[in-house]
Protein backbone atom coordinates (compact mmCIF):
# COMPACT_ATOMS: atom_id res chain seq x y z
CA UNK A 1 0.00 0.00 0.00
CA UNK A 2 1.35 3.32 -1.05
CA UNK A 3 0.30 6.85 0.31
CA UNK A 4 -1.96 7.40 -3.26
CA UNK A 5 -4.51 4.84 -1.73
CA UNK A 6 -5.02 6.79 1.05
CA UNK A 7 -5.94 9.49 -1.35
CA UNK A 8 -3.18 11.88 -1.15
CA UNK A 9 -0.72 12.27 -3.99
CA UNK A 10 2.46 14.12 -3.46
CA UNK A 11 3.06 14.26 -6.96
CA UNK A 12 0.62 16.00 -7.92
CA UNK A 13 0.33 18.22 -4.84
CA UNK A 14 3.80 19.25 -5.95
CA UNK A 15 2.67 20.24 -9.08
CA UNK A 16 -0.26 22.12 -7.72
CA UNK A 17 2.19 23.69 -5.33
CA UNK A 18 4.22 24.89 -8.15
CA UNK A 19 0.91 26.74 -10.19
CA UNK A 20 0.04 28.50 -6.93
CA UNK A 21 3.85 29.17 -6.92
CA UNK A 22 4.28 30.47 -10.57
CA UNK A 23 0.54 32.60 -9.51
CA UNK A 24 2.70 34.17 -6.46
CA UNK A 25 5.50 35.14 -8.20
CA UNK A 26 3.48 37.30 -10.42
CA UNK A 27 2.58 39.15 -7.13
CA UNK A 28 5.56 40.56 -6.26
CA UNK A 29 5.89 43.45 -8.79
CA UNK A 30 3.11 44.63 -6.87
CA UNK A 31 5.77 45.44 -3.74
CA UNK A 32 8.23 46.26 -5.77
CA UNK A 33 10.14 49.33 -4.01
CA UNK A 34 7.87 49.26 -1.24
CA UNK A 35 7.71 48.55 2.32
CA UNK A 36 7.28 44.43 1.22
CA UNK A 37 9.59 43.98 -1.57
CA UNK A 38 9.38 39.98 -1.56
CA UNK A 39 13.37 38.88 -1.50
CA UNK A 40 13.42 35.22 -3.16
CA UNK A 41 16.43 33.46 -1.10
CA UNK A 42 15.94 30.33 -2.92
CA UNK A 43 14.75 29.39 -6.90
CA UNK A 44 12.10 27.06 -5.89
CA UNK A 45 8.49 26.73 -5.30
CA UNK A 46 8.87 25.50 -1.59
CA UNK A 47 12.01 28.14 -1.02
CA UNK A 48 12.68 30.78 1.56
CA UNK A 49 11.06 34.08 0.76
CA UNK A 50 11.19 36.64 2.89
CA UNK A 51 11.41 40.87 2.93
CA UNK A 52 13.42 43.56 4.77
CA UNK A 53 11.92 45.25 7.59
CA UNK A 54 15.20 46.54 9.25
CA UNK A 55 15.01 50.46 9.55
CA UNK A 56 11.36 50.70 9.98
CA UNK A 57 10.51 54.15 12.55
CA UNK A 58 9.74 54.29 16.17
CA UNK A 59 6.16 54.65 15.73
CA UNK A 60 5.59 51.47 13.20
CA UNK A 61 3.27 48.88 13.36
CA UNK A 62 2.82 45.92 12.74
CA UNK A 63 0.09 42.86 12.93
CA UNK A 64 -1.64 40.10 11.36
CA UNK A 65 -4.75 39.21 10.01
CA UNK A 66 -6.87 35.59 9.23
CA UNK A 67 -9.99 35.19 7.10
CA UNK A 68 -11.16 32.94 4.91
CA UNK A 69 -14.23 32.77 2.21
CA UNK A 70 -17.15 30.86 3.93
CA UNK A 71 -19.46 29.00 2.45
CA UNK A 72 -19.26 31.08 -0.83
CA UNK A 73 -16.81 28.49 -2.55
CA UNK A 74 -20.10 25.81 -2.64
CA UNK A 75 -21.02 28.01 -4.63
CA UNK A 76 -18.45 27.91 -7.34
CA UNK A 77 -18.22 24.06 -6.75
CA UNK A 78 -21.82 24.26 -8.09
CA UNK A 79 -20.81 25.43 -11.62
CA UNK A 80 -17.39 24.74 -11.57
CA UNK A 81 -16.48 27.85 -11.19
CA UNK A 82 -13.50 29.53 -9.47
CA UNK A 83 -11.68 32.12 -11.18
CA UNK A 84 -12.75 35.14 -8.69
CA UNK A 85 -13.02 33.62 -5.70
CA UNK A 86 -9.33 34.85 -4.50
CA UNK A 87 -11.09 38.07 -4.68
CA UNK A 88 -13.42 37.24 -2.14
CA UNK A 89 -10.74 35.88 0.01
CA UNK A 90 -8.51 39.04 -0.79
CA UNK A 91 -11.21 41.27 0.10
CA UNK A 92 -11.78 39.93 3.47
CA UNK A 93 -8.31 39.98 4.99
CA UNK A 94 -7.54 42.90 3.58
CA UNK A 95 -10.39 45.91 3.68
CA UNK A 96 -10.89 44.57 7.31
CA UNK A 97 -6.77 45.88 7.76
CA UNK A 98 -7.58 49.28 6.63
CA UNK A 99 -10.32 49.58 8.84
CA UNK A 100 -7.69 50.22 11.32
CA UNK A 101 -5.70 52.75 9.14
CA UNK A 102 -3.42 50.03 8.23
CA UNK A 103 -1.91 49.02 4.42
CA UNK A 104 -1.75 45.52 3.69
CA UNK A 105 1.54 44.36 2.60
CA UNK A 106 1.69 40.44 2.60
CA UNK A 107 -0.82 37.46 2.30
CA UNK A 108 -0.10 34.04 2.72
CA UNK A 109 -2.88 31.21 2.32
CA UNK A 110 -3.67 27.21 2.56
CA UNK A 111 -5.99 25.11 -0.02
CA UNK A 112 -7.65 22.39 1.80
CA UNK A 113 -9.22 20.13 -0.53
CA UNK A 114 -10.99 16.57 -0.62
CA UNK A 115 -8.46 15.61 -3.42
CA UNK A 116 -6.65 17.08 -6.42
CA UNK A 117 -8.04 13.86 -8.55
CA UNK A 118 -5.50 11.29 -10.18
CA UNK A 119 -2.58 11.68 -12.43
CA UNK A 120 -4.55 11.09 -15.42
CA UNK A 121 -7.52 12.51 -14.13
CA UNK A 122 -6.96 15.74 -11.80
CA UNK A 123 -8.58 18.83 -10.97
CA UNK A 124 -5.66 20.92 -12.41
CA UNK A 125 -7.79 22.73 -14.45
CA UNK A 126 -9.57 24.99 -10.76
CA UNK A 127 -6.52 25.41 -9.11
CA UNK A 128 -5.51 27.20 -12.41
CA UNK A 129 -8.92 28.88 -11.65
CA UNK A 130 -8.00 29.40 -8.38
CA UNK A 131 -4.24 31.21 -9.50
CA UNK A 132 -5.66 33.43 -11.84
CA UNK A 133 -7.93 34.85 -9.55
CA UNK A 134 -4.86 34.64 -7.22
CA UNK A 135 -3.09 37.26 -9.52
CA UNK A 136 -5.54 40.03 -10.46
CA UNK A 137 -6.97 40.15 -6.30
CA UNK A 138 -3.30 40.58 -5.70
CA UNK A 139 -2.61 43.39 -7.37
CA UNK A 140 -6.44 44.89 -6.56
CA UNK A 141 -5.49 45.15 -3.18
CA UNK A 142 -1.76 45.41 -4.23
CA UNK A 143 0.02 43.19 -1.76
CA UNK A 144 2.13 40.28 -2.57
CA UNK A 145 1.90 36.71 -1.49
CA UNK A 146 4.03 34.72 -0.26
CA UNK A 147 3.06 31.01 -0.72
CA UNK A 148 1.08 28.18 -2.02
CA UNK A 149 0.13 25.71 0.46
CA UNK A 150 -1.79 23.17 -0.68
CA UNK A 151 -3.16 20.00 1.48
CA UNK A 152 -5.36 16.86 0.73
CA UNK A 153 -7.66 15.92 3.60
CA UNK A 154 -10.24 13.77 1.85
CA UNK A 155 -13.59 13.33 4.01
CA UNK A 156 -12.33 16.25 6.33
CA UNK A 157 -13.46 18.57 3.44
CA UNK A 158 -16.96 18.34 1.84
CA UNK A 159 -19.10 19.90 -0.47
CA UNK A 160 -21.48 20.09 -3.87
CA UNK A 161 -19.58 17.77 -6.51
CA UNK A 162 -16.11 16.14 -6.49
CA UNK A 163 -14.13 19.21 -6.64
CA UNK A 164 -14.34 20.82 -2.71
CA UNK A 165 -12.12 23.07 -1.02
CA UNK A 166 -11.45 25.62 1.80
CA UNK A 167 -9.42 28.80 1.52
CA UNK A 168 -8.28 31.23 4.28
CA UNK A 169 -5.37 33.59 4.35
CA UNK A 170 -3.58 35.62 6.93
CA UNK A 171 -2.01 38.88 5.68
CA UNK A 172 0.76 40.84 7.65
CA UNK A 173 -0.06 44.77 7.78
CA UNK A 174 1.67 47.52 8.65
CA UNK A 175 0.81 50.95 9.97
CA UNK A 176 1.87 54.28 11.53
CA UNK A 177 0.51 54.69 14.96
CA UNK A 178 -0.41 58.52 14.09
CA UNK A 179 -2.34 56.84 10.99
CA UNK A 180 -4.04 54.36 13.05
CA UNK A 181 -7.58 55.16 13.36
CA UNK A 182 -9.54 54.52 16.94
CA UNK A 183 -12.35 55.72 16.66
CA UNK A 184 -11.88 58.78 18.67
CA UNK A 185 -10.71 60.71 15.46
CA UNK A 186 -14.81 61.30 14.57
CA UNK A 187 -16.85 63.45 15.47
CA UNK A 188 -20.80 64.98 14.85
CA UNK A 189 -21.26 65.58 11.28
CA UNK A 190 -18.69 64.18 9.52
CA UNK A 191 -19.73 62.73 6.34
CA UNK A 192 -20.46 58.86 5.74
CA UNK A 193 -19.25 58.33 2.09
CA UNK A 194 -20.87 54.55 0.64
CA UNK A 195 -18.35 52.77 -1.64
CA UNK A 196 -20.70 50.76 -3.55
CA UNK A 197 -20.67 46.96 -3.98
CA UNK A 198 -23.32 44.68 -6.58
CA UNK A 199 -22.73 41.63 -5.10
CA UNK A 200 -22.88 39.93 -1.36
CA UNK A 201 -19.54 40.30 -1.15
CA UNK A 202 -18.73 36.37 1.33
CA UNK A 203 -21.32 36.88 3.79
CA UNK A 204 -24.66 36.10 4.45
CA UNK A 205 -24.45 33.28 1.48
CA UNK A 206 -25.24 30.69 4.16
CA UNK A 207 -28.57 32.18 4.08
CA UNK A 208 -29.03 32.79 -0.01
CA UNK A 209 -28.18 29.32 0.07
CA UNK A 210 -30.94 27.94 2.29
CA UNK A 211 -33.76 30.49 0.14
CA UNK A 212 -32.55 29.37 -2.55
CA UNK A 213 -32.42 25.39 -2.47
CA UNK A 214 -36.18 25.64 0.14
CA UNK A 215 -37.54 27.62 -3.47
CA UNK A 216 -35.89 25.86 -5.97
CA UNK A 217 -34.45 22.30 -4.61
CA UNK A 218 -31.16 20.96 -4.41
CA UNK A 219 -30.37 22.54 -8.03
CA UNK A 220 -31.31 26.42 -7.70
CA UNK A 221 -28.14 26.88 -9.34
CA UNK A 222 -29.72 25.71 -12.40
CA UNK A 223 -32.52 28.21 -12.41
CA UNK A 224 -32.43 31.93 -13.93
CA UNK A 225 -33.54 35.82 -12.56
CA UNK A 226 -34.21 37.61 -14.90
CA UNK A 227 -32.24 35.95 -17.57
CA UNK A 228 -29.26 35.37 -15.12
CA UNK A 229 -27.91 32.30 -13.66
CA UNK A 230 -28.76 32.65 -10.10
CA UNK A 231 -25.54 30.88 -9.44
CA UNK A 232 -22.88 33.23 -11.13
CA UNK A 233 -25.41 35.83 -9.55
CA UNK A 234 -24.55 34.96 -6.38
CA UNK A 235 -20.68 34.62 -6.91
CA UNK A 236 -20.57 37.88 -7.67
CA UNK A 237 -16.83 38.77 -6.82
CA UNK A 238 -16.20 41.04 -3.79
CA UNK A 239 -15.02 44.67 -4.58
CA UNK A 240 -11.51 45.05 -2.78
CA UNK A 241 -11.57 48.82 -1.79
CA UNK A 242 -7.83 48.24 -0.41
CA UNK A 243 -5.65 50.43 -2.96
CA UNK A 244 -8.55 52.91 -2.67
CA UNK A 245 -8.14 53.53 1.10
CA UNK A 246 -4.99 53.26 1.09
CA UNK A 247 -4.25 56.22 -1.36
CA UNK A 248 -7.01 57.83 1.13
CA UNK A 249 -5.55 58.03 4.12
CA UNK A 250 -1.69 57.63 2.79
CA UNK A 251 -1.32 53.91 4.35
CA UNK A 252 2.21 52.76 5.89
CA UNK A 253 3.98 56.18 4.16
CA UNK A 254 2.38 57.57 0.86
CA UNK A 255 1.50 60.77 1.01
CA UNK A 256 -3.02 61.41 2.18
CA UNK A 257 -5.15 62.48 -0.55
CA UNK A 258 -7.94 63.15 1.74
CA UNK A 259 -8.87 63.32 5.28
CA UNK A 260 -9.90 60.21 6.64
CA UNK A 261 -11.72 59.94 10.66
CA UNK A 262 -12.95 56.01 10.41
CA UNK A 263 -13.97 53.16 7.36
CA UNK A 264 -16.54 50.48 8.10
CA UNK A 265 -15.91 47.53 6.24
CA UNK A 266 -19.61 45.95 5.67
CA UNK A 267 -19.38 42.39 6.44
CA UNK A 268 -21.31 39.94 8.37
CA UNK A 269 -23.38 42.02 10.51
CA UNK A 270 -24.19 44.55 7.87
CA UNK A 271 -24.05 48.32 8.27
CA UNK A 272 -25.74 48.35 11.81
CA UNK A 273 -23.05 46.38 13.08
CA UNK A 274 -20.14 47.45 11.36
CA UNK A 275 -20.47 51.14 11.26
CA UNK A 276 -22.15 50.89 15.03
CA UNK A 277 -18.90 49.32 16.00
CA UNK A 278 -16.49 51.82 14.45
CA UNK A 279 -18.61 54.84 15.97
CA UNK A 280 -18.75 52.89 19.26
CA UNK A 281 -15.79 54.32 20.91
CA UNK A 282 -17.08 57.67 20.97
CA UNK A 283 -20.78 57.15 21.61
CA UNK A 284 -21.82 58.08 18.10
CA UNK A 285 -24.57 57.72 15.93
CA UNK A 286 -25.34 57.95 11.76
CA UNK A 287 -28.26 59.12 10.06
CA UNK A 288 -28.15 57.14 6.53
CA UNK A 289 -30.08 59.02 4.34
CA UNK A 290 -29.34 57.84 0.81
CA UNK A 291 -27.69 54.65 0.73
CA UNK A 292 -26.88 52.47 -2.68
CA UNK A 293 -29.46 50.54 -3.67
CA UNK A 294 -28.90 46.85 -2.77
CA UNK A 295 -28.17 44.38 -5.37
CA UNK A 296 -31.11 42.50 -7.40
CA UNK A 297 -30.12 39.14 -5.99
CA UNK A 298 -30.79 40.84 -2.51
CA UNK A 299 -34.30 42.35 -3.10
CA UNK A 300 -34.78 38.65 -5.09
CA UNK A 301 -33.71 36.60 -1.82
CA UNK A 302 -36.04 38.85 0.60
CA UNK A 303 -39.24 38.11 -1.51
CA UNK A 304 -38.72 34.72 -2.24
CA UNK A 305 -37.43 33.64 1.37
CA UNK A 306 -39.79 36.13 3.16
CA UNK A 307 -36.39 38.34 4.77
CA UNK A 308 -37.45 41.61 6.54
CA UNK A 309 -35.40 45.16 5.59
CA UNK A 310 -34.15 44.96 8.85
CA UNK A 311 -32.87 41.02 8.56
CA UNK A 312 -31.48 42.30 5.32
CA UNK A 313 -29.64 45.64 6.84
CA UNK A 314 -28.19 42.90 9.63
CA UNK A 315 -27.13 40.34 7.17
CA UNK A 316 -26.23 41.67 3.74
CA UNK A 317 -24.32 44.44 3.09
CA UNK A 318 -27.64 46.18 0.93
CA UNK A 319 -25.18 48.07 -1.47
CA UNK A 320 -22.58 49.50 0.77
CA UNK A 321 -19.50 47.54 0.71
CA UNK A 322 -17.29 49.71 2.59
CA UNK A 323 -17.74 53.18 4.41
CA UNK A 324 -15.33 55.66 4.83
CA UNK A 325 -15.98 58.60 7.89
CA UNK A 326 -14.52 62.03 6.80
CA UNK A 327 -14.80 65.88 7.04
CA UNK A 328 -13.65 66.24 2.84
CA UNK A 329 -16.17 64.17 0.97
CA UNK A 330 -14.86 65.85 -2.51
CA UNK A 331 -11.24 64.16 -1.93
CA UNK A 332 -12.94 60.70 -0.81
CA UNK A 333 -15.13 60.27 -3.89
CA UNK A 334 -12.04 61.78 -6.25
CA UNK A 335 -9.88 59.09 -5.24
CA UNK A 336 -12.83 56.06 -5.49
CA UNK A 337 -13.91 57.56 -8.99
CA UNK A 338 -9.98 57.36 -10.45
CA UNK A 339 -9.89 53.61 -8.82
CA UNK A 340 -13.47 53.39 -10.53
CA UNK A 341 -15.42 52.58 -7.38
CA UNK A 342 -18.78 54.29 -7.64
CA UNK A 343 -18.89 56.48 -4.12
CA UNK A 344 -20.98 58.76 -2.87
CA UNK A 345 -22.53 60.73 0.25
CA UNK A 346 -25.05 58.54 1.88
CA UNK A 347 -25.22 60.14 4.91
CA UNK A 348 -23.75 61.75 8.41
CA UNK A 349 -22.55 60.96 11.66
CA UNK A 350 -24.56 62.04 14.39
CA UNK A 351 -24.63 63.09 18.56
CA UNK A 352 -26.94 60.56 19.06
CA UNK A 353 -26.25 56.58 19.26
CA UNK A 354 -27.85 54.46 17.09
CA UNK A 355 -27.73 53.85 13.56
CA UNK A 356 -31.19 55.25 11.31
CA UNK A 357 -30.98 54.11 7.19
CA UNK A 358 -33.51 55.09 5.07
CA UNK A 359 -34.17 51.65 3.44
CA UNK A 360 -33.88 50.84 -0.16
CA UNK A 361 -35.02 47.41 0.63
CA UNK A 362 -37.82 45.52 -0.84
CA UNK A 363 -40.37 46.90 2.10
CA UNK A 364 -38.56 50.27 1.42
CA UNK A 365 -42.50 52.37 1.16
CA UNK A 366 -43.94 49.75 4.32
CA UNK A 367 -40.48 50.18 6.35
CA UNK A 368 -39.18 53.77 5.77
CA UNK A 369 -36.60 54.32 7.94
CA UNK A 370 -34.74 51.83 10.13
CA UNK A 371 -33.66 51.99 13.66
CA UNK A 372 -30.87 49.89 14.93
Known amino acids: MIYADSGVDIELGDDVSKVLYEAAKHTWNNRKGRLGEVVELFEDF ?28 EI ?58 YIGAAKEANVAVVNGEVAELGARVSGYGS ?6 AGVAWFARRNRMFTGREIVEGDYLV ?17 IMKKAHGDDWHEEKHNGKNLAELALHPS ?10 FGGFDWKPRASVHGIAHITGGGVPGKLGRVLKPRGLGANI ?48 KKRRINARRIGRVSARPGIQIASKGLNAKKDGVLSF
Not at 163 to 168: E, I, P, R, S, V
Not at 241 to 247: C, F, H, K, N
Open 289 to 336: TDPFEPADLMLHCQEIGDVTDAEAYRTWNMGQGMIVITDEPEDVERVA
Open 76 to 133: GERISKHDTVAYDLFAMVCDDAVVRGAEPVLIGSILDVRSLGEEDNSYMKFVKQLATG
Open 163 to 168: FNYNWG
Open 239 to 248: RIYTGAAVEM
Open 194 to 210: GLREEGFRSNGLSLVRR
Open 46 to 73: SGLRAVNVGGLPADAYMSLGFDGVGTKM
